[in-house]
């Protein structure tokens, strides 16, 4: 009997964590251009590390941003055209037509040679931001 309830809490516990990530890709990406090169912002929520039972039943989230240096935005912008602030290079491609934007791009790690994809992988829809500058 105890180890029945044990199986079915343990079950419970598992499909709460699968079904209560809300972390997100907003669905818009706002750009600018600064001397001939573009500056693409995306934007979404992520989950907080959960670090105790209560912070993982909480599920709090945050915004997170990701700046995407491009040098043009149209056809096909490969990941080593794109420069990185730190850490390891792109690979994979941007795909620009028009007002949409999808991203294909991997981080990679020499380290261990294997290529990771970003969690900002989609499609998106490019809107000009003039509001934003660069400082």
Known sequence: MKL?????????IGMALTGCDRSHNYKEAAYFELDGRYTVTLSGKR???????VSLILSKTYEEHLELDLPRLS?????DDIP??????????????GTQMR???YYDNTD?????PLS??????LVNDKA????
Request: charged content about 20%.
């Open 112 to 116: 261990d040679e294997v290529s990771k």
């Open 84 to 97: 990185v602030k730190s850490g390891y290079e792109y690979t994979g491609t941007i795909e620009v037509s």
């Open 75 to 79: 056809g096909t912008i490969r990941g």
């Open 103 to 105: 991203v294909n791009l």
């Open 4 to 12: 029945s309830l044990v199986c079915v809490v343990c079950i419970a």
């Open 120 to 125: 900002w992988n989609g499609q998106y829809v």
């Open 132 to 135: 934003v500058k660069r400082i």
């Open 47 to 53: 989950m907080l590390m959960a670090h105790d039972p």
